[in-house]
């Protein structure tokens, strides 16, 4: 069964075939990085214009790679949040289209749930209970699954997301968005034990996570660096700060938050007793979380390719086409995009 994925919600345009669920046939990632870095972040309206403008080639690229068309797609699947609404609105409105046109049916799909569906597309596919770690630029979820569709939140960010840390961390220090991928370059130069900071105290059985304060650490630390007082702009620290000096913050505060993320999933493992770890989103490209939690789980993790952990639309038609088995398909007349849905 081969589902086409659609996906749209931040600043990827992206359209997959995955046969079976596992089986990726095709994945076509159209990034706005570029567009973005410009302006050291993501720009809503810029977002969605982009999507508009690249959304059906990239689709028409995915249905092509696969060697298939659309008369062959058994169903497809798309985003429907959480996200940017008007980045969403342009995956949703494709695909309802679509699937009226070609009288498919149509799946909705919650973002965070799919990025743990990352993990289906390399065998062996995980097992059930199994526990699941979302560390993204948006969301920070530990989730633990007993089957699919059938999950438990079992703790979010409280503030900021850990790819949100990285991505502030980095416009703090000066280094380029996104954050992620400049700070665990920077710090494979730095010392993590040249400054110590804050881990947030959330109650002794939360699994929760917190991040906005070491954010504000690392902008305390910058600041007594470059000039010894808080008064110093933020604007200001990154042509103030020395090479030396950045990569040991970078270090530093990857150190913390991997500390974080491990230790809440060491937690939780303990509590559960999964059958399978996953880690998904951007921040699990990390490769210093990944070696520590390799290093510190009772049990081996499952790791999807890296190149499924960031936004893409694969993830999307494997969770969609295990929703085909339990048949919760959506009315394309119906379907509303849904900004702030959780899991
Ligand atoms: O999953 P994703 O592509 O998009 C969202 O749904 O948010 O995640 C993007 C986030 C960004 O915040 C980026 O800085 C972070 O993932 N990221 C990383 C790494 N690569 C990307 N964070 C830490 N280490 C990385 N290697
Ligand atoms: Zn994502």
Do not use: C
């Amino acid at each position: 069964m081969k589902i086409l994925g659609i996906e749209s919600s931040a600043d990827e345009t992206a359209a997959a075939v995955v046969e079976n669920g596992t089986q990726v046939l095709s994945s076509i990632v159209a990034s706005q990085m570029d567009i973005h870095t410009k302006y050291g972040g993501m720009v809503p309206e810029v977002a969605a214009r982009s999507h508009l403008e690249v959304m059906l080639p990239v689709i028409q690229e995915a249905l092509d790679e696969a060697k298939t068309t659309l008369d062959e797609i058994d169903g497809i699947a798309v985003t429907y949040g959480p996200g940017l609404v008007g980045s969403l609105l342009i995956g949703s409105l494709t695909a309802r289209t679509l699937a009226r046109l070609t009288d498919k049916p149509l799946y909705a799909i919650n973002h965070v749930e799919a990025h743990v569906y990352a993990n289906f597309l390399r065998e062996p596919e995980p097992q059930f209970p199994l526990l699941a770690l979302i560390v993204s630029g948006g969301h920070t979820q530990l989730a633990l699954f007993q089957d699919h569709g059938d999950y438990q939140l079992l703790g979010q960010t409280r503030d900021d997301a850990a790819g949100e840390a990285f991505d502030k961390v980095a416009r703090i220090i000066g280094l380029p968005y996104p954050g992620g991928p400049s700070v665990s370059q920077a710090a494979k130069a730095g010392d993590e034990l040249a400054f110590t900071f804050p881990k947030p105290q959330l109650g002794k059985n939360s699994l929760d996570f917190s991040f906005s304060g070491l954010k504000t650490a690392v902008l305390r630390t910058a600041q007594a660096e470059v000039g010894g007082n808080f008064r110093t702009k933020s604007y200001e620290i990154p042509a103030l700060l020395s090479q030396k000096q950045r990569n040991d913050i970078a270090a530093s505060f990857q150190k913390t938050v991997v500390d974080i993320l491990v230790g809440r999933v060491l937690q939780a493992y303990q509590e559960y007793k999964p059958a399978s770890v996953v880690i998904s989103g951007g921040v699990a490209a990390n490769t210093t979380l990944q070696e520590a939690l390799q290093e510190r789980l009772p049990s081996p993790i499952h790791y999807a390719p890296i190149k499924y952990y960031t936004d893409n639309a694969a993830m999307i038609a494997s969770l969609g086409y295990f929703k085909t088995q339990s048949g919760q398909k959506t009315d394309p007349l119906k379907l509303k995009v849904d900004p702030i849905l959780s899991m």
